[in-house]
């Protein structure tokens, strides 16, 4: 019997993907969001990054490894939420992080797991796809051999948590068209302020 979705790749438990999440008019409405936002260059430990970005929700600043409220998030992306919500059962209010980030030609993701504050972790991708990457995050378990890919198509959701949020690294392969991808996250533990 054919399938019905394109085949995935074995990818690390705790790894999900859901092609064409939202449809065409989704994403031009999420485009004219985020293509409206006020982004500023990534930086990281005085490094900065190609990429733009500008968090909401929740701030993580790298350098003092803290987490604060941070801006008010756009209504433009609350539709997203709602719906990443109630696709994986959650309520609206777990995603207390949302990530817009833009990708010109070029530009990547160095391996990395996301901050210690957050756990499960959804991105939606915009525009063009991407080349995603999963390692182990154990040094002595790392080879060539063991780099996982995946092709993350536009319009698509996936969900890191469990194995694949605390064992793996992940990353992105320098993107050869613009793109555009909006991150939710939840926090490990509640914030009191």
Request: glycine letters at 6%; a neutral charge.
């Amino acid at each position: 019997m054919l399938s019905l979705f394109p085949a995935v790749p074995e990818l690390p438990e705790g790894f999900r993907y859901f092609p064409d999440f939202i449809s065409p008019h989704e994403e031009a409405e999420l485009l004219e969001t985020v293509t409206g936002l006020e982004l500023h260059p990534f930086l990281f430990q005085g490094f900065e990054a190609r990429r733009k970005v500008k968090s909401y929700g929740h701030d993580y600043n790298f350098d003092s490894r803290t987490i604060q409220k941070g801006k008010e998030i756009p209504g433009g992306l609350k539709q997203l939420i709602a719906k990443v919500a109630d696709w994986l059962s959650m309520a609206f209010e777990d995603f207390a992080e949302v990530l817009v980030t833009e990708y010109p030609p070029g530009a990547v993701i160095n391996w990395h797991r996301d901050a210690p504050p957050f756990d499960v972790i959804a991105g939606v991708s915009l525009l063009s796809n991407a080349d995603f990457r999963f390692r182990p995050y154990d040094k002595n378990k790392r080879g060539r051999q063991h780099i996982m890919r995946m092709n993350l198509e536009r319009r698509s959701l996936y969900i890191i948590q469990g194995e694949a949020r605390s064992e793996w690294e992940h990353s992105i392969a320098p993107v050869t068209e613009p793109r555009y991808s909006v991150t939710l996250r939840t926090l490990r533990n509640k914030l009191t302020h």
